[in-house]
T-cell receptor, first 113, second 114 residues
Framework: GESVGLHLPTLSVQEGDNSIINCAYS??????FIWYKQESGKGPQFIID?????DKRQGQRVTVLLNKTVKHLSLQIAATQPGDSAVYFC????????????FGTGTRLLVSP | DARVTQTPRHKVTEMGQEVTMRCQPI?????VFWYRQTMMQGLELLAY????????DSGMPKDRFSAEMPDATLATLKIQPSEPRDSAVYFC????????????FGSGTQLSVL
């Protein structure tokens, strides 16, 4: 079946660098996307979302970009801090008539001081 | 801060025993989800409730798993009998369907079945 494709790589960056985490999705009908952050021993925490009628959305230090042509989603974190170290998941809302989020496998972000 | 509360945080049990996990969704939310997280499968949707009614439990093994919402402040996920392959972290999440699809997750129940 279709799924969000995010194989679990590890991204290592230095404090202060900008981080970019990528995600490929396969369902062209998905209309809503979310990035979640999961710290060790905790549940996923909402970071930012974007609807399919947009291609960019900015939050505090984070930006999500959506490229529907190639079905690609990215999360940019500016001035990455040690507290940003976590696993990041993208999730897409499957158009099934209710909130059915399909999660990718995650990317681990390691920020060195 | 309003948050989803899950109990217990950790559960160790023996194969064949019944396990009950509880979730208190955020007050006012009308949707509740149960997810299971493992290293191999990632986050899998098990069951979904809207206004306390079960709408989808296709991701749940029917022979041993059951999910209920006795009232708006409590959702339960039961496994009977439990098996070692059920070992995982179980998350509950809640949201407002009207406002969109953003879900708020609890801290999870880490289940180990020996």
């Amino acid at each position: 079946g279709e799924s969000v494709g995010l194989h679990l790589p590890t991204l290592s960056v230095q404090e202060g660098d900008n981080s970019i985490i990528n995600c490929a999705y396969s369902n062209s009908a998905s209309d809503y996307f979310i990035w979640y952050k999961q710290e060790s021993g905790k549940g996923p925490q909402f970071i930012i979302d974007i609807r399919s009628n947009m291609d960019k959305r900015q939050g505090q230090r984070v930006t999500v970009l959506l490229n529907k042509t190639v079905k690609h989603l990215s999360l940019q974190i500016a001035a990455t801090q040690p507290g940003d170290s976590a696993v990041y998941f993208c999730a897409e809302n499957m158009p099934t008539g209710f909130q059915k989020l399909v999660f990718g496998t995650g990317t681990r972000l390691l920020v060195s001081p | 801060d309003a948050r989803v509360t899950q109990t217990p945080r950790h559960k160790v049990t023996e194969m064949g025993q019944e396990v009950t996990m509880r979730c208190q969704p955020i007050l006012g939310h009308n949707t509740v989800f149960w997810y299971r997280q493992t290293m191999m499968q990632g986050l899998e949707l098990l069951a979904y409730f809207r206004n306390r009614a079960p709408l989808d439990d296709s991701g749940m093994p029917k022979d041993r798993f059951s999910a209920e919402m006795p009232d708006a402040t409590l959702a339960t996920l039961k496994i009977q009998p439990s098996e070692p392959r059920d070992s995982a972290v179980y998350f509950c999440a809640s949201g407002w369907e009207v406002s969109g699809e953003k879900l708020f997750f609890g801290s999870g129940t880490q289940l180990s079945v020996l």
